[in-house]
């Protein structure tokens, strides 16, 4: 699709191509120029934009643990991996029936 630039008016973006780029209305996009090539690119919003202060602070304590280290293992082998996933089914099937 082309369009003629005018003067007075902003650029607008054709309905099919927003459509086609998957781009809805709220998203924030950002203008790249290089030489005579102009990209449209869409501006992802910062992992602190989608939660609360309360969920960012539980979400930062899980993810301190995890940088601890692993919780099981490190295992030498793949058999000795399945075999302790195993035994691990087996300890949650026999406490569940315990419950």
Same mark, same amino acid.
């Given at each position: 699709m082309t369009i003629t630039v005018k003067s007075k008016a902003d650029l607008v973006v054709p309905p099919s191509v927003r459509r086609l780029a998957g781009l809805k209305p709220g998203d924030r996009v950002e203008f790249r120029v290089s030489g !005579?090539? =102009? !990209? =449209?690119v869409p501006k992802l919003p910062a992992p602190d934009d989608d939660?609360? *202060? $309360?969920?960012r602070r539980i979400i930062d304590a899980r993810l301190d643990d $995890?940088? &601890? +280290? *692993?919780?099981? +293992?490190p295992f030498k082998t793949a058999g000795e991996a399945i075999k302790f996933l195993h035994k691990e089914i087996r300890a949650r099937k026999? &406490?569940?029936k315990a419950s």
């Open positions: !005579s090539v =102009i !990209s =449209i939660y609360t *202060p $309360a969920q $995890a940088e &601890k +280290g *692993p919780f099981h +293992g026999n &406490k569940r």
